[in-house]
């Protein structure tokens, strides 16, 4: 019998990664945690709890007390918000995964998810159809946190035998909890504006092509890849999960056809930069190959259940 944690469950992801868990492994066996409240679905669905992944004390004895099995890791600082105070989103990025780390093998534990992101690749990585395998060299502090991420989960598979797995995600469009401070965020903040006010003006210019993923495929991504048998999984870094690209004139198109008076206008700021250092897309073959990885939703199925979903929390 599994018995799950999930750290950072109140964030975009872990909102409905752990409502998905839930489901599959039983209510009173997915502990969802976070520094802060999280949505009543969670803390009233199942065992919720009030959680610092930096105390590493209080997370031991969490893992403890619940025998906890296997642990989604999922608290972190994002692109955009880890640029304004880099030091300390280099703290909470990489020693919240180290505790993890530890703590599975001090406790033996027999798997662990954490996400890395397409902020591995930087200006000298190939932006088309970018590799599995190519030169990483990011320029951001989340990618750097995310690159050295993937070291050391590649390093503790193979120096203690932790089956730790994971996943480049691209941006990811939800509807259930607003993004959490990065480069891709436009993505879902244009379907709150464009319905309550119909204008969004987008910080990043209107062709910049990026990959993003609907949180449907991403889940479905995230539960195969951690029920894949453990010698299927040849990569031991990190997954590149392609989605599909798009930029935010085209993003603006799709939405005009459904609201035909919706306005875009581009005013770009300082995460210009940062989605200028990043694939325009992705090559997920690998992923495909090794795990059986498919996604469903293109732009258009993706706009029709964002403005569906969205419309019904403004009516
Ligand atoms: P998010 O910011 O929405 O959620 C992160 C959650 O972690 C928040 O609820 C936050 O309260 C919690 N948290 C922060 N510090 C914590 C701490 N010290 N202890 C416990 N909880 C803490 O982020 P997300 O979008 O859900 O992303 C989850 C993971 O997926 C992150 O590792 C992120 O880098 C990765 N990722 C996300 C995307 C995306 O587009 N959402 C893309 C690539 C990778
Ligand atoms: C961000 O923009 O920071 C995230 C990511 C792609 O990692 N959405």
């Known amino acids: 019998m599994e018995k799950i944690l999930v750290i950072g469950c109140a964030g975009q992801i872990g909102s409905e990664l752990t409502l998905e868990l839930r489901k599959i492994y039983g209510d009173s066996n997915v502990v969802a945690t976070d520094i802060k409240p999280a949505d009543k679905e969670i803390t ?174 991403a889940i479905k991504a995230t539960i195969n890849l951690m029920e894949a048998p453990a010698d299927k999984i040849q990569v031991r870094s990190s997954y590149n999960v392609a989605g599909i690209s798009f930029s935010p004139k085209e993003m603006a198109e799709e939405i005009k056809k459904q609201i035909p008076d919706f306005n875009i206008s581009y005013n770009p700021d300082f995460r210009q930069a940062i989605a200028d250092s990043w694939p325009k897309s992705i090559d997920d073959t690998v992923a495909q190959q090794e795990w059986g990885l498919t996604n469903s939703f293109d732009l258009k199925k993706m706009v029709e259940v964002m403005l569906r979903e969205v419309g019904k929390k403004f009516s």
């Open 44 to 217: 009233e669905g199942g065992p919720f709890e009030i959680l610092d992944v930096l105390d590493t004390h209080r997370l031991f004895g969490t893992v403890s007390r619940n025998k906890i099995t296997q642990i989604y890791h999922l608290a972190a600082i994002l692109s955009g918000n880890a640029e304004k105070k880099p030091i300390a989103s280099w703290h909470i990025n990489m020693e919240s995964l180290l505790n993890v780390m530890e703590l599975s093998r001090e406790l033996n534990l027999s798997k662990v998810f954490w996400p890395s992101s397409i902020a591995v690749f930087g200006p000298t990585t190939p932006r088309e159809n970018t590799p599995q395998f190519t030169v990483m060299e990011p320029n951001t502090v989340y990618g750097i946190s995310k690159l050295a991420g993937e070291r050391w989960l590649e390093y503790y598979f193979h120096r203690y035998g932790i089956d730790g797995r994971s996943i480049r995600y691209p941006g990811l469009i939800s509807h259930k909890t607003e993004a959490g401070g990065g480069t891709t965020d436009y993505a879902v903040e244009i379907f709150y504006d464009a319905i309550r006010e119909k204008k969004y003006e987008c910080f990043l210019s209107e062709d910049t092509y990026l990959p993003m993923q609907f949180m449907d495929d």
